[in-house]
Structures are given as C-alpha cells and as structure tokens.
C-alpha cells in the first residue's frame, strides 16, 4: 500500500524535478579550446518586447555583436515583425514556451501541445529555430523529449544576473555582469518582463547595462559570438 501511495509522487519526481536537477547533464555542448580570444554569448529570454527589443538590437548593432533570442510564443506571434528584424539583423531562435509557464507544472499533453503549436508559428513564419530554453530553466521530460524531436539544442546559461528585477541599476547590473564572467560564459539577460514574472520596464536597466557591458569586455580582448561558434 505504501509503495502505491508512493508511486505517483516518484512518477512525478523522474517527470520534472529530476531533469530539471540534472540539467547540465542533457546539454553535452562543450566549449572549444582552440579560440585565440576569450569568448562570450549573449542570450535574451522573455521577448519580444514591443520597445525595449529593438533598443536592445540597436545596442548590438552598434558594437557588431550577435546574440540568441529566447522567444515566448505569444509575444512573438504580436510583435512578429521584430522577430523578423532580430533574423534580418543576423541573431538567432530560440523557443522559451508558448506563455512561460512553469515545466514542473505543465504536464504531457500540454507540454506536447506547447510544442506543436509554435513549431506551427515557426514554420508559418519561416522562422529558423535553434535552441530551446525552458522557463526559469525548469524542463520535464516531454520538453527535452520534444526539444530533440523538433533539433532544437537545449541551452542553459552560465551567468545570470537577475535583469528582470527594476530595482537593479543598469550601472548595478553592469557591476553584476563583471563579477561573474568568464571565457565561454553563456549569459543570460531579458529583453522583457511583462507577463513572465519579470517587472515591466525592468528591460531599460538591461539596455543601460549593456551599453556600457559590451565595449568594456571587447576593449580587454573578448569577442561576442553565437553559440555555434563556441559550442561542439
């Protein structure tokens, strides 16, 4: 009788807290040793944002770095013209769930559901997609098995700075930024806030941070590349 009570919270634990403990263990990428240059991926989760995206492409532009776009279904399929820009402009997809909902909470069917409907967006927009993201970095075993059927590499990150928070300064993000990285850092930033548990405007401190982030680090000998680039 015990084993049978027990039963359904051991499915549940081998569902989403176990691969989600066990995360770096499904991502086999390594960093390449050969580079001449220290290097650094920038990656944005939670978009796209109607303003603060674009201001953030405008950062980039200017210092000629790429990144990776975590995209939330349902804002992409609103701001689908900015999505289009983030392509034109030479950055890459990521998928980061239809409305960012937890992976601990979603179950099988719904995860699967998840899936299939932005892989339909995706394909409707001729969006190429290259990396999943799951939300807080929380992933069950439906979204690593769904993530491998569609190829989208899983991508964590190894930097986070806590951007979606407001009251942190784009000068305090910046600082936060320094502290932590390091050659092959895959960090991770936001460019939006609302709707995924993030603070609205929080977006203006990651601008600011950046502005000042990037020339700092290309001016010690880093380059900003995408993951492909750094990852075998």
């Known amino acids: 009788m015990a084993i049978l009570l027990l039963l359904p919270l051991l499915i549940y634990l081998i569902y989403g807290p ?15 040793q050969e580079t001449d240059k220290p290097q650094l991926v920038l990656t944005f989760d939670d978009g796209p944002d109607s303003r603060y995206t674009q201001e953030i492409l405008a950062v ?3 210092y000629q770095v790429k990144a990776v776009f975590f995209l939330v279904g349902n804002k992409a399929l609103k701001q689908h013209k900015i999505v289009t820009q983030i392509l034109a402009e030479g950055h ?3 998928f980061h769930s239809m409305q960012h909902k937890n992976g601990l909470l979603v179950g099988p ?13 995706a394909q409707s927009y001729h969006w190429p997609i290259s990396y999943y993201r799951p939300p807080w970095g929380l992933a069950n075993i439906s979204a690593m098995y769904y993530a491998h059927k569609f190829h989208y590499s899983v991508l964590y990150w190894s930097v986070i700075v806590g951007d979606w928070d ?6 305090e993000l910046c600082n936060r930024l320094l502290s932590q990285v390091h ?5 991770c930033l936001h460019d939006s806030g609302e709707g995924t548990g993030g603070d ?4 203006a ?11 700092m680090m290309q001016r010690v000998g880093y380059e900003f590349v995408l993951p492909k680039e750094v990852i075998r």
């Open 200 to 203: 609205t405007d929080a977006a």
């Open 60 to 62: 980039l532009a200017r």
């Open 18 to 32: 176990l691969p989600a403990l066990l995360r770096k263990y499904w991502t086999r990428e390594k960093l390449r």
């Open 166 to 171: 407001k009251r942190h300064s784009g000068e």
């Open 183 to 187: 050659n092959g850092a895959v960090i």
């Open 109 to 121: 069917f719904s995860q699967k559901k998840d899936f299939f409907h932005w892989q339909a967006i």
């Open 92 to 94: 890459q997809l990521g």
């Open 205 to 215: 401190n990651t601008v600011a941070a950046l502005e000042k982030f990037i020339p």
